[in-house]
């Protein structure tokens, strides 16, 4: 091989790491590290959980010979840090082991990081190689990024359609209604996958009522997110799933502060701001991504208003021929697989 696509072979590790602190380090990114001697890993680590050690740390004390690090090259999916957080610096400890070489994915789009990670490691003298696997970096972090970038959660929308572009059929409050179900138990187990991956879910008021969801992870397992549900007069009954003090829910609405287990109401301005307030909301709350589950209206609104990143749309093998019609949506379709009884497509914003 090359010597850049050994990098490149020794960075997929670092990625495949990377990965297995997904759903348990947010609002931190997810990071793998991986250090090699003489063409073997040696040592390799990955942030494993918000708070605790970070995946060059982990890496380093994977290794049982110390002494072996001056000669060892250190990869890592994401520019080591250099500050002080909730961890010390990694860029610190790197050069504490005088550790010669270090291979990065990506440069860490954090204020508090932002390149002075790799200066810190340059000025010790060590040899600082960035930009392998880049855009698969970025991609494994997009959240974290846009979070830092942009002030707001990366927003996931997730809406089911028929094959007649309808997401439900029209339901009246108390009403006997046929079942309305367009996917099935496949389908329905990957998005309780998906809502073990993102921290927090969004409905509005009417499918809170109609639905009455629980919004957790029961078919997958996993960290259940923060349940978040508009109900600007707070009219929603007290008995549903939402209220049962389960999991972290957010109730905005125009009325009240208050806050008891695991529940929290939240005065919000429903203004043509809205949208706006709610992404100043959830990022000094650290939220890094908002999975929105609701209906038509609510979904649509984020579109409009040019507040999404992704769209992962279920069409399922089922015909309405009347009801509420799905949300309209432009993007770049990047993704189409068959799950279950459907389809999924996938679009990010462009």
């Not at 995946?55 to 001056?70: F, G, P, Q, R, Y």
């Not at 060590?126 to 930009?131: A, E, L, R």
Request: net charge neutral; hydrophobic share 35%.
């Amino acid at each position: 091989m090359e010597p850049q696509s050994m990098d490149e072979f020794y960075m997929h590790r670092c990625l495949q790491l990377a990965r297995k602190g997904e759903g348990y380090v947010d609002p931190n990114p997810m990071v793998g590290s991986v250090i090699v001697l003489n063409n073997r890993i040696i040592g390799e680590g990955f942030h494993t959980k918000y708070g605790e050690a970070h995946a060059e740390v982990n890496a380093i004390n994977s290794v049982t010979d110390k002494s072996l690090l001056k000669s060892a090259t250190l990869y890592v999916s994401l520019e080591p840090c250099s500050h002080h957080g909730k961890t010390p610096p990694c860029a610190d400890l790197i050069i504490h082991y005088k550790i010669p070489k270090v291979v990065i994915g990506m440069q860490d789009p954090f204020l508090k990081v932002n390149g002075s990670g790799i200066k810190r490691l340059q000025l010790s003298g060590c040899d600082v190689k960035t930009g392998i696997l880049e855009k698969e970096c970025h991609q494994l972090n997009k959240a974290f990024i846009t979070f830092h970038t942009k002030k707001r959660p990366y927003i996931v929308l997730k809406w089911a359609q028929t094959l007649d572009g309808f997401i439900d059929k029209i339901r009246e409050p108390g009403a006997i209604n046929e079942s309305n179900w367009i996917t099935d138990e496949v389908c329905r187990s990957l998005v309780h996958k998906w809502r073990s991956e993102i921290p927090a879910i969004m409905v509005g008021k009417n499918t809170a009522y109609l639905d009455n969801p629980k919004l957790d992870t029961r078919f997958w397992g996993g960290r259940n997110p923060i349940r978040i549900v508009t109900d600007k007069e707070l009219v929603l009954p007290k008995n549903l799933l939402l209220f049962d003090h389960s999991q972290e829910t957010i109730v905005l609405n125009a009325i009240k502060n208050h806050k008891e287990e695991n529940l929290e109401y939240i005065k919000i301005d429903f203004g043509n701001e809205f949208l706006n307030n709610l992404m100043t909301l959830l990022y000094e709350r650290e939220i890094n991504s908002l999975l929105v589950e609701g209906g038509q209206q609510l979904l649509q609104s984020f579109i409009n208003q040019n507040y999404w990143d992704e769209a992962r749309i279920f069409t399922g093998n089922k015909n309405f021929t009347q009801g509420v019609a799905a949300p309209r949506i432009n993007g770049h379709k990047v993704g189409l697989e068959f799950i279950g009884n459907s389809q999924i497509s996938i679009f990010r914003n462009q």
